[in-house]
Nanobody, 124 residues
Framework: VQVVESGGELVQPGGSLRLSCAAS????????VGWFRQAPGMEREFVAA???????SYADSVKGRFTISRDNQKNTVYLQMNSLKPDDTAVYYC???????????????????WGQGTQVTVSS
């Protein structure tokens, strides 16, 4: 079971990015997949997640700006990020969880498989 993130880069405030989380060894349609982020000197924090039944959850700080989605054929989960702010600067991690329940979606300890992260920098 493995996940690999991609798509992070330097973007100006107000811009958009789409991060990808490519899964191998399991099917994303049967697992929960979440995005977390960690800024320098800060704890890792929840961003968004999608469950096997397509239910989604978002952190308040990204609601209305970020959208998580899933392509079952490509076995990939995406995080579309719009209206980016400097505070969104962080390393973004993808994580997978088998049997993820709604109440556990924001909890890092619920996820057993983590990627290596991709850097997102929002700066002019």
């Amino acid at each position: 079971v493995q996940v690999v993130e991609s798509g992070g880069e330097l973007v100006q405030p107000g811009g958009s990015l789409r991060l990808s989380c490519a899964a191998s060894g399991f099917s994303v349609r049967n697992y929960g997949v979440g995005w977390f982020r960690q800024a320098p000197g800060m704890e890792r924090e929840f961003v968004a997640a999608i469950k096997w039944d397509s239910g989604t959850s978002y952190a308040d700080s990204v609601k209305g700006r970020f959208t998580i989605s899933r392509d079952n054929q490509k076995n990939t989960v995406y995080l579309q990020m719009n209206s980016l702010k400097p505070d969104d600067t962080a390393v973004y991690y993808c994580a997978a969880a088998r049997g993820l329940i709604t109440s556990s979606m924001p909890l890092a300890r619920a996820y057993s498989t983590w990627g290596q992260g991709t850097q997102v920098t929002v700066s002019s």
